[in-house]
């Protein structure tokens, strides 16, 4: 079952980026937590208005998003 319900957007929230619920939680800054080693239960913690479930659509957002975009390369240099 699809989480992308609980992902919104909306001009008057974040400037319109996506966001978890409406909470003014961005994916992006959710994205970066994860990407940064932060566990899903730190993140839980730290942010206790968040449930399982957004931190999941986010992780599904990511995954459709990059799916329908081409790849950047990073020079590793």
Do not use: N, W
């Amino acid at each position: 079952m699809s989480l992308l319900g609980r992902i919104t957007s909306s001009p008057e929230i974040c400037h319109g980026k996506p966001v978890v619920r409406g909470l003014r939680y961005p994916v992006e800054m959710l994205l970066e937590l994860l990407a940064s080693g932060m566990s899903t239960e730190e993140i839980l913690g730290d942010y206790p208005d968040l449930e399982l479930e957004d931190v999941l659509a986010a992780l599904e957002y990511a995954a459709v998003v990059t799916a329908q975009r081409t790849t950047i390369t990073f020079d590793a240099a």
